[in-house]
Each structure stands twice: as structure tokens, then as C-alpha cells.
């Protein structure tokens, strides 16, 4: 028992990250914007898609490279043509255009790719485990946690010092001092929901190497990135990253002795934060 | 000041009148629908066009239109030509499947319903076409209690049972593998029923379950139970999952190796999951409803041919077999009772025998008295990557065919008790 309990944790770890990537995404767009972007998972199926469409003329390391920059590209022209129009306004607003626009992406997929679930094969080097003990330690699940770690740790970076990570964090505090100060709000709107949209779209280009890639692959996944924004805290991008970990591990730890709650406990995780502590683990008070 | 400007912006007259009209509108519209629909045959069909399970809805929808422009073609029913109306039921919303099959039964009048992929939806469905009393075949939706506990006079199934399922494939798996399975089973009606299913075939043949996961519909991550499965060092492992569920349960499941170190098998198995897999993750051993590659049955091919046409070029699937059999079904049960009245057709229905052009399968397929369900034949076998030079969409290799009157349960075991109106 203990050792499908450590294993189960050392898994839910590895999802956990996942999700996190998910959440950093929608939590730059929350942060910056307050933008509730509903469709965060459909243009994890964008991602997922255009890999599918690149595969045969990039190969699974040019679709995994040129995929999220192509989806980021989609994410400004919407933002450009779509979101901009609600800024300051009500966030359900927002809400209501992302949640229509999560549909659109939907049939949009299912008509120019089909309802069928396309195959999509990663290198079988990546595709086995690296231990007959651990075998659930495929060499995917580990490249997929090392790349995270990697855009986890080039996001902070570009956060801390680049011009535009620095606008971005000083537009989180307070957006009319940025604005007053010169900066051109408009395009850092643009360029931050942009950069969400990039993670979404290599959280794509993620999953369809474990995952069905269908119209609706993003629907399962966009709900547990909501909750690990809730459970780290709104407003805090180190608080999603320790709620996407969180959860990733309580469902795993859940499974092991009641399955079908595996689920369900994200949702109880996210009421007994907002009951217990509504900013969140590392979220500030009154942000929101 | 203000009411003055805002009662210039719209008079009274003008209020008054729009009000006249969109309040005749309601009456008017049935007048002209019906207009229409004295002429036509109307089959409604509800079924998921969204979510999940479109891409069983869709292929069941294009068998249907293929059934609705061939009896079109040969002069419709009862000489009036065939309406097929189509809603999307979603996936897996009740409340939507069963507005969605009122909106066909009460505005438009159909003189058939069909629909639904989803266990659940099918149920919900079938309890509502009763209420109503309305004609109504289940194509594909599986679970025992629509021909079984909840059996209703003016229900009938196109495809197999859950329970005929595992009975065809249950002695195989004991015999190949043996008598120690760990079930990973989707939680919902069809998931349960599968198992409820092996569980008593394992009972009888004195096997032990090891343990069971039901998992949600629509998980993406099965490591967890994986895990698990693999802890308990089963001779089968046996996977009963539905759609997109299968599809990411048997890619990490050869990701994680264990598809060499236990057997994988299941019940129901599907060409459009099989299509969705990489080559490597496919194999097991499974039950399909029907296949598209039977040398030396009478009409297939033709059926392929055509399906290609209608389908840019994919072969026709299981899905795509009920709904082309479901539609026949209700021209030939019409022609049968020279009636459409609900209680005429159901009892045309009896023991009614599908012809070759329509089975398409060895055996002849009927719809057994007592319970509604068409018995078919099943076809066992195991999934495999498309032989090379072969056609990419040969993805199953059969090995075994079942009556499915010998799979199935006695009538008087399935729970159906069936009550006709006076």
C-alpha cells in the first residue's frame, strides 16, 4: 500500500505540473486583464490540432516548437479583434464571450478536422518506461516535467527581467500608474494574453502525446486549472504553479482508495480554500 | 421629460402591434409545418452531434440518411417519401435529450424516434417515448434495463446488450488468460452494466475479481488506476470504457509497458476508438457489433461502397450500421403492419426478421418477442495496426462470430416485463 501511495504521489506530481502549465496560462490573462478566459482549453486543442497538422512536414520536435507560437498568434488576433472590448467592464462579461467562444473553437476544430480522434504518436524512445519497477516513469512524463520546469522557470525569468515581464507584474499591481507612466496598455494587454495563449497552446502539443485528440480534449482539463488558481491563490503565478502541483497529487493520492472521487476531490479542495482561506495559499488578501 | 423621450422611441401603436403579431405568430407556424408534414414521413433522430460522442453520432447519422435515400429511392413508406429531422441530444445531458425528444414528438410530429448513443439518454428517452407513445428504436445505446427492467412496449434496440456482450466474449478471456481480472469501468450506466456483466461470468466460472476503478466519464488520466491494476498482478485486465476515455486509457497503458505484462481485453470496442490510436496501442482482445470486412456476405461491400461515398471515404463503422438498420427497421415494420399507429408497428416488430440488404451480417438478425432486442451476431476478435499493403482502416482481426441469441439472456432473466396498452 505504501508504495502504490508513493507512487501515486510521484505521478500526481508529474499531472500536477500539467495542470500548472494549464494554470499559469489563464492566470496571466486573470492577472493582467481580468479576463476569465473560459476558452484556455480550446486553444489547448488548437495546439493539439495544428502539432497533428505540422507532424508530417516538421516531425514531432519542429510541431512541438512551431505549434504554441502559431496558437499564441491566434490568441493576439482574438484578443486584438474579441477580448479588448470588455477590458474594465464586468468580468462575467468576459465570462460570457470566452464560454461562446470556447464553443466556436469547438465546432471550428470539429469542422475542419473532423469528430474523429486523430492518432497522434510520439517517439517510441520517449514512449516507454525508464524502469520496470516505475512504469509509470515514461520517458514522455519525465521530457513533459522537464519542459515545464523549463517554461515555468524561462516565465519567471521574463517576468523578473525583461521590459515586458516587468510592465506585465507592474500592470498586475496597478494598471492606471503603468499607463500614465507611457506604456502602451493596449499592446502589453495584447502581448500578456498572448503569452497565456502560448502555454495553453504547448500544454496542447502536451497532452495529445497521452491523450485522444479530439474536438473536446481541452474540456476536462480547463476546470482543474481554474481550481489550481482558486487552491495557490488569484494573482499569484507561484501560487498556481504549488495549486496545479496540489491537486495533481490529491487526485492521485485519492485514487488509490476511492477512484471515482479522484475527481471530485479538486472540488473539495477549492471549497475547503474558499471557505478556510478564500485569497488562496499564496494569493494577496483583497486582490480580488 | 423622460417618458415623453422614451415614448417617442417606440409608440403605443407600434408596440401594440408587434405584440398582435408575435402573439399569432405560435398559431400560425403549426398550420404551416403541418402543411408540410402531411406529406412526408417524419423520423426524428436524437442523438449526440457535440461533445464525446460525436463521432458515434455522426457515423450513425450518416447510415441513417444512406437507409432514408434508399427508401426514398425504392418509393419511401407506405408511398409517401421519408423527412429525417435531426437534434443534437449533447453527450451526456439528459434534460437536453429529452427536450430535444419532445420537441420532435410534440412540434414536429414524427411518426418514428430514434436515438441514443448514451446509456443514460437512451433510458431517459425511452421512458418519455412511452409516456407519449411514440414508436422508438434505441440503436445504440447499450445498457440491459432499455430492452430489460425498463423494457417498454414501443421500445426496441438495434444493438447488442451489455450483457450479450460479455457473454460472448467471457469464456474466451476465462479459457486464453484466466480467472483473475481487475476492472477499470467508466461510471455510468453502460459502464456498470458491462461489468455487473463479467462479474456473474466470473462467478460462474468460480474466478476472482482482484478489484475494480470506476472512473469518471471524460477522465484523461488513467496512471492512477494503472497503477493500481498493475499492483494487483491480474491475468486480464479488463478495460470497460467508453469514446475518448478508451482512446487515453490504451495510450498510457502501452506508454507504461503494460501492455506486455498483462493481457488487455474488454467488451465493446469500436472502430472510430481504434482510429483514434497510434499502431502500437493497438491490440486486445474485444467484441465488435458489426464489420465492415466480411468476405462472402451478400451486400456489404455494396454497403461499403456506398458508405465511402457519403463518408469521404471511411469505411462504415458499427455506429454507422445501426443507424442505417434502425431506419430500415421502421420501413419494414410500416410495410409489415400497413399502419404507422405506434401499436401497429410494435406488433409488426415481433419476431420480425431483418432481410440480407439490411442485416448485412451472417445470421439473421431479429427482433426477439418479449423483450424488443434485435438478436445479431457478435464478432470477437482482437484489435490490430493495419496490415501492411492492406486497408489503413482494417484496425480489427476477427477471429470468432456469436449468435446473439446465444449470448443473450433468457427473456424471462433480463427483468423485462412487458406491458402493452389495452
Same mark, same amino acid.
Given at each position: 500500500m505504501s508504495q502504490l501511495l508513493l507512487f501515486n504521489i510521484v505521478n500526481g506530481l508529474i499531472i500536477g505540473a500539467f495542470y500548472a502549465l494549464m494554470a499559469l496560462g489563464l492566470s496571466l490573462i486573470l492577472n493582467l486583464s481580468g479576463v476569465i478566459n473560459f476558452a484556455h482549453g480550446g486553444f489547448l486543442a488548437i495546439g493539439g490540432y495544428l502539432a497533428y497538422t505540422l507532424f508530417p512536414y516538421l516531425g514531432f520536435w519542429g510541431a512541438l516548437i512551431a505549434s504554441p507560437f502559431l496558437v499564441a498568434l491566434i490568441g493576439i488576433l482574438i484578443e486584438f479583434v474579441l477580448? *479588448?472590448?470588455?477590458? !474594465? *467592464?464586468?468580468?462575467l462579461y468576459s465570462l460570457l464571450l470566452t464560454f461562446g467562444l470556447a464553443f466556436m473553437i469547438e465546432d471550428g476544430t470539429r469542422f475542419i478536422w473532423g469528430a474523429q480522434s486523430l492518432p497522434y504518436q510520439i517517439p517510441s524512445w520517449l514512449a516507454a518506461p525508464l524502469s520496470t519497477e516505475l512504469f509509470f516513469l515514461t520517458g514522455y512524463r519525465v521530457f513533459m516535467m522537464i519542459l515545464v520546469a523549463a517554461v515555468v522557470l524561462g516565465l519567471f525569468l521574463i517576468l523578473s527581467y525583461t521590459r515586458l515581464g516587468l510592465r506585465i507584474r507592474a500592470g498586475t499591481l496597478d494598471l492606471e500608474t503603468v499607463s500614465v507612466l507611457g506604456v502602451n496598455v493596449r499592446v502589453l494587454r495584447n502581448l500578456n494574453f498572448g503569452l497565456g495563449i502560448f502555454l495553453a497552446g504547448l500544454a496542447g502539443v502536451l497532452a495529445v502525446g497521452m491523450l485522444g485528440l479530439e474536438p473536446t480534449v481541452g474540456d476536462n482539463l480547463i476546470m482543474p486549472s481554474f481550481i489550481a488558481i482558486i487552491v495557490g491563490g488569484l494573482g499569484s503565478l507561484p501560487g498556481t504553479l504549488v495549486g496545479g502541483l496540489l491537486i495533481g497529487v490529491a487526485s492521485g493520492i485519492t485514487s488509490v482508495f476511492l477512484p471515482s472521487a479522484s475527481e471530485a476531490v479538486m472540488y473539495v479542495m477549492m471549497a475547503v480554500v474558499l471557505i478556510a482561506r478564500p485569497r488562496g495559499i499564496l494569493g494577496e488578501e483583497g486582490r480580488f | 421629460m423622460k417618458s415623453s423621450q422614451i415614448s417617442r422611441g417606440i409608440g403605443r401603436r407600434t408596440l401594440l402591434r408587434t405584440g398582435a403579431v408575435a402573439g399569432l405568430l405560435p398559431l400560425a407556424r403549426p398550420f404551416v409545418l403541418s402543411a408540410r408534414a402531411a406529406d412526408t414521413i417524419k423520423i426524428g433522430l436524437d442523438n449526440p452531434l457535440t461533445g464525446t460522442f460525436a463521432a458515434l453520432g455522426k457515423n450513425e447519422l450518416i447510415g441513417a440518411q444512406l437507409a432514408v435515400d434508399q427508401i426514398n429511392a425504392k418509393g419511401g413508406i407506405l408511398g409517401r417519401q421519408v423527412e429525417l429531422l435531426v437534434e443534437d441530444s449533447t453527450s451526456g445531458d439528459t434534460a437536453t435529450a429529452v427536450q430535444k425528444a419532445l420537441k420532435l414528438i410534440e412540434r414536429d410530429n414524427v411518426n418514428f424516434l430514434i436515438g441514443n448513443i448514451n446509456s443514460a439518454l437512451a433510458q431517459a428517452m425511452a421512458n418519455t417515448s412511452f409516456e407519449k407513445g411514440v414508436f422508438h428504436i434505441v440503436p445504440g445505446g447499450h445498457t440491459?434495463?432499455?430492452? &430489460?427492467?425498463?423494457?417498454?412496449?414501443?421500445v426496441f434496440r438495434v444493438c447488442n446488450t451489455t450483457r450479450m456482450e460479455t457473454n460472448s466474449v467471457s469464456k474466451l478471456l476465462l479459457d486464453k488468460y484466466g480467472k483473475k481480472w481487475y476492472f477499470i469501468t467508466t461510471d455510468y450506466a453502460f459502464g456498470h452494466s458491462l461489468q455487473d456483466g463479467f462479474e456473474a461470468s466470473l462467478a460462474a466460472a468460480g474466478g476472482t475479481k482482484l478489484g475494480a476503478d470506476f472512473t469518471p466519464l &471524460?477522465?484523461?488520466?488513467f496512471s492512477p488506476n494503472l497503477i493500481k491494476a498493475q499492483s494487483t498482478n491480474p491475468d486480464a485486465l479488463i478495460l470497460l470504457l467508453a469514446g475518448d476515455d478508451m482512446i487515453n486509457c490504451l495510450k498510457q497503458t502501452v506508454q507504461f509497458g503494460l501492455d506486455k505484462k498483462l493481457h488487455i481485453a474488454g467488451a465493446q470496442q469500436e472502430l472510430e476508438v481504434n482510429k483514434g490510436l497510434p499502431p502500437n496501442a493497438l491490440f486486445g482482445d474485444w467484441v465488435f457489433e458489426w464489420y465492415w470486412k466480411q468476405p462472402g456476405v451478400p451486400h456489404v461491400e455494396e454497403f461499403v461502397a456506398d458508405i465511402r461515398k457519403k463518408s469521404g471515404g471511411s469505411v462504415p463503422t458499427a455506429r454507422t450500421w445501426f443507424g442505417y438498420a434502425a431506419i430500415w427497421t421502421c420501413q419494414l415494420a410500416a410495410e409489415k403492419a400497413k399502419s404507422l399507429k405506434p401499436i401497429d408497428l410494435a406488433k409488426a416488430m415481433q419476431g420480425l426478421v431483418l432481410p440480407p440488404e439490411v442485416a448485412l451480417m451472417p445470421n439473421n438478425p431479429y427482433y426477439r418477442i418479449g423483450d424488443n432486442q434485435l438478436m445479431p451476431t457478435l464478432f470477437i476478435g482482437h484489435s490490430q495496426p @493495419?496490415? @501492411? !499493403? &492492406?486497408?489503413?482502416?482494417?484496425l480489427f482481426a476477427v477471429t470468432q462470430l456469436v449468435k446473439g441469441d446465444e449470448a443473450a439472456l433468457p427473456v424471462d432473466q433480463t427483468g423485462c416485463k412487458m406491458e402493452w396498452p389495452s
Open positions: 477580448i *479588448r472590448w470588455l477590458y !474594465g *467592464r464586468d468580468p | 440491459d434495463s432499455v430492452t &430489460g427492467k425498463q423494457c417498454h412496449w414501443n &471524460g477522465t484523461s488520466e @493495419a496490415p @501492411a !499493403g &492492406g486497408d489503413p482502416e482494417d
